[in-house]
């Protein structure tokens, strides 16, 4: 009776495997491109986003006379985009329930 289960759990374990590595790229531009979009919505200050392969985007002011706050991020692994898609909401919803200002708000953005 165990051969079974276990020759199913393999089979199963191959799907997922596949599966993932045909939908995690697509995830990924998505997650990416949602993120960058609500960023460029930023009208005080400037964010760049420099990724892992020496890409760079600008979100807000441009030029040299930047009146807000000017920083960088840095993104190391591409799963930065999938959580930050994921888990945003998350966050803003812990920095209202506790009655705190939005982290970009903190800063000096405003989005």
């Not at 531009?29 to 960023?39: E, K, V, Y």
Request: aromatic fraction near 8%; charge should be positive; include cysteine.
């Amino acid at each position: 009776m165990t051969i079974i289960p276990q020759s199913l759990n393999y089979y199963a374990d191959g799907i997922r495997r596949y599966a993932g590595s045909v939908t995690w790229g697509p995830l990924v531009q998505l997650s990416r491109s949602a993120i960058l979009s609500t960023l460029s919505k930023i009208t005080v200050g400037q964010l760049k986003v420099i990724e892992a392969d020496g890409h760079t985007t600008i979100c807000g002011e441009l030029g040299a006379n930047i009146k807000g706050p000017s920083t960088e991020l840095r993104v190391h692994k591409e799963t930065f985009w999938v959580r930050m898609l994921l888990f945003a909401d998350m966050v803003r919803a812990q920095t209202l329930a506790l009655r705190k200002p939005h982290p970009f708000h903190a800063l000096g953005y405003r989005v």
